[in-house]
């Protein structure tokens, strides 16, 4: 996997993590990593370091900037939930020393608080120029863990670090630690329940020098019980029209807020989209229209939703609309366009190429490389945004191979074929491969399947005495 693959995963767990924060007052406490070193860092001058970091003179500097970067870090603590390694890594043939100051284990990612001296960043025979970064965090065999590494990326840069008492502070973020040492960072699935202790080694990487530190224990726990701050139960069920809707459980936790839900169709296909509002005290608060399928329970989803001030009293759930896949579909024709000496061909369109539901779909861009064949975008414009009913996108980024007979092609020299489709409510991206245009002149695509939204406009409250 790629590096900047990787970073965009880490992004969108970032935005998951960032709406578990939950505010909290208070003076500075001491960090629990920050125990009395052994041994004091050897000064060096700062002109020589590869990077201009930032110098912070007190603990409650260097807390302030850990809880800037890790707003529920504070919770965490409190919870009992990170862990406090004790040793320092030696690095052979090197005076400095590195240590795993913390560690936040999350169920989709993990949070490594670490520091190094900043004698290991300054070399007489080298000349450091980058930020280092720490590549991996290595796992030896140990008892319930077995042997694996955990890749990330960390830049140590001017925002990501910072420097207190000769050392270097930065964080560190990867995949979680898993009972059966595999990685899988495609579909990055929920880790499980662990409590255990394993030797625990770092790969940095400083361009010049890469720099691999001995192995010290460091133990990992993680509980999603025990990350959880504050749980409540929905009352009452929406059933119309063959569609049951039942809210289980508003959930706010270390690692993201979520409200679950039963949600079953009897005759049409759920598209595992649905939009509304969660009303908690006098704020109202979006949540994600994506619903995520909970492994081994069926018709049951996670519905995500972002920051929260505080643990709200009141709590209410409206649904506005849910959307349906249904068997009906829309055709519509354009021109292929003739590349001639350019290797590609973009142009906005913007124009009417359907209209269904009262719903307008327009052709909005198209792009058509002799190599990757075309992508075009079609936007859903309601006529009425109050209407009952409105065609919206067909989700299908859940499944890693969509069903392909979704979208249909057909080319006037007679090829015929299908599409691949993605995007979100408010748009379809559609691509087809130049295989499938070529010597064609004009094409006709066709929805065999439409995702129609249905208004329901229907709230759940939280029972008073939850």
């Known amino acids: 996997m790629t590096k900047q693959k990787w970073l965009m995963i880490i992004g969108v767990l970032a935005i998951f993590a960032a709406g578990a924060y939950i505010a909290t007052s208070g003076s500075a406490t001491k960090l629990t990593s920050e125990q009395k070193p052994e041994r004091k860092a050897k000064p060096v001058d700062l002109e020589e370091l590869p990077v201009d970091w930032k110098e912070v003179e007190s603990e409650e500097e260097l807390e302030a900037f850990y809880t800037r970067h890790i707003p529920e870090l504070p919770l965490a603590r409190e919870k009992g939930v990170t862990t406090s390694p004790e040793d320092m890594m030696t690095v052979e043939g090197k005076e400095g020393r590195v240590q795993i100051n913390e560690v936040l284990h999350g169920g989709r990612q993990m949070t490594f ?37 955990l890749r990330g990326f960390s830049e140590l840069d001017e925002s990501s670090a910072i420097i207190f008492e000769n050392r270097l502070y930065g964080i560190l973020q990867t995949q979680p630690i898993t009972k059966d040492g595999e990685t899988d960072l495609e579909s990055f699935p929920i880790a499980e329940p662990i409590n255990a202790e394993a030797k625990t080694s770092l790969k940095i990487n400083l361009q010049a020098d890469i720099l691999h530190t001995d192995p010290v224990p460091v133990s990992y726990q993680y509980d999603p019980e ?43 296909e759920f598209n595992r989209t649905l939009e509304g509002r969660l009303q908690m005290d006098d704020r109202t608060q979006p949540f994600s229209p994506y619903l995520q399928p909970i492994e081994g329970e069926k018709d049951m989803y996670k519905a995500y939703f972002g920051t929260s001030p505080e643990v709200p009293e009141d709590i209410a759930l409206k649904i506005r609309s849910i959307d349906m896949k249904e068997n009906e579909s829309f055709s519509f024709t354009f021109d292929v366009p003739e590349l001639g000496d350019h290797e590609r061909f973009e142009k906005n369109i913007d124009r009417t190429v359907a ?13 058509y490389h002799e190599q990757y064949g075309m992508n075009f975008a079609l936007n859903y414009r309601p006529q009425d945004p109050e209407q009952d009913k409105m065609i919206v996108g067909t989700m299908n980024n859940f499944n890693p191979e969509p069903n392909p007979k979704d979208v249909s092609v057909t080319t006037d020299n007679g090829q015929s074929g299908y599409a691949r489709v993605s995007g979100s409510r408010l748009q379809s991206n559609v691509d087809i491969q130049p ?32």
């Open 435 to 466: 295989d499938l245009l070529e010597g064609a002149s004009s094409a006709t695509i066709t929805f065999n399947t439409i995702s129609v939204s249905h208004k329901i406009d229907h709230t759940f409250e939280i029972s008073e005495d939850n």
């Open 113 to 149: 608080l670490f520091s190094m001296d900043l004698s290991l960043l300054v070399d007489e025979e080298e000349n450091y120029f980058q930020p280092p970064r720490i590549d991996t965090v290595d796992i030896k065999e140990s008892g319930d863990i077995p042997a694996q590494t």
């Open 355 to 367: 209209e269904k539901h009262g719903t307008d779909i327009y052709l909005d861009r198209l792009h």
């Open 226 to 268: 025990e990350h959880k701050i504050a749980t409540r139960e929905f009352e009452g069920t929406y059933s119309n029209d063959g569609v049951t809707i039942e809210p289980k459980e508003f959930v706010m936790s270390l690692e993201s807020n979520y409200i679950t839900l039963y949600v079953k169709s009897e005759d049409k």
